[in-house]
């Protein structure tokens, strides 16, 4: 089946100690997205990938980084992790073409990272 | 900011109840999208509706869209334990392609 996988499912990582997150599709979508969610809250969108193109949200901080390096795959980066950024990573893909409106997203399960 | 907000933030009801959430949003969109997230997990695309629509159909769920008063409403009909999960919608506009903006959903409880 077609699906988004996200690896590892749970992280655990030491405060400052840089952090990897993957997450790849064989949906074969143009559009990756990471974001970021907190217990009880929304979904913050970190930055998506249109193609190759990268776009990231205006307050994304500087820490979070993201590398696309074809069309299956997409890491999340993070430099140096503090405490505030123990949360749930959510990668999705979706299908999208330039100037439309956005489609519906097929999110993967999620990783947990927990910043001790 | 987001873009969605949504009400209740909680809601509890018996099995075999429906179950009405609200979703406002403050600009133009082009179409609106209901997930849903089981606890712990990524989220599940249950309906988009485009903004030339008014009302969508997927088994026992209905979404209703009133562009006017920017809002719109997830029906789900003869709620199952199963369903007990926290409920998102996201709005999608021009500016925006390929991105959607998502509320702070709604939690609900089914209770056997």
């Known amino acids: 089946d077609a699906m988004v996988i996200q690896n590892p499912r749970y992280q655990v990582t030491q405060f400052g100690k840089p952090v990897t997150l993957s997450c790849s599709q064989t949906l074969n979508h143009n559009v990756m997205y990471w974001y970021q969610q907190k217990s009880s809250q929304a979904p913050k969108l970190l930055f998506h990938?249109?193609?190759?193109?990268?776009?990231n949200e205006a307050d994304t901080p500087d820490n979070f980084q993201s590398r696309r390096p074809n069309t299956s795959f997409c890491f999340l980066d993070i430099r140096s992790p503090g405490l505030g950024d123990a949360a749930m990573y959510l990668c999705a893909t979706s299908r999208g073409q330039a100037g439309a409106f956005s489609y519906e997203q097929y999110f993967g399960p999620g990783t947990r990272l927990t910043v001790t | 900011s987001q873009q969605g907000e949504e009400d209740p933030q909680a809601l509890s009801i018996q099995e075999g109840e429906n179950a009405t959430m609200n979703c406002s949003y403050k600009?133009?969109?082009?179409?609106l999208q209901w997930y849903r997230q089981n606890s712990g997990r990524g989220l599940v695309h249950l309906i988009l509706i485009r903004s030339n629509e008014r009302e969508k159909h997927s088994g026992r769920l209905r979404v209703t869209l009133d562009t006017s008063k920017k809002s719109s409403s997830l029906l789900i009909t003869a709620s199952r334990a199963a369903d007990t999960a926290s409920y998102f919608c996201?709005?999608?506009?021009?500016?925006?392609?390929?991105?959607?903006?998502f509320g702070d959903g709604t939690t609900l409880t089914v209770k056997p």
């Open positions: 600009t133009s969109i082009n179409n």
């Open positions: 996201a709005t999608g506009a021009n500016t925006n392609a390929g991105k959607s903006t």
């Open positions: 990938y249109y193609d190759k193109d990268f776009n």
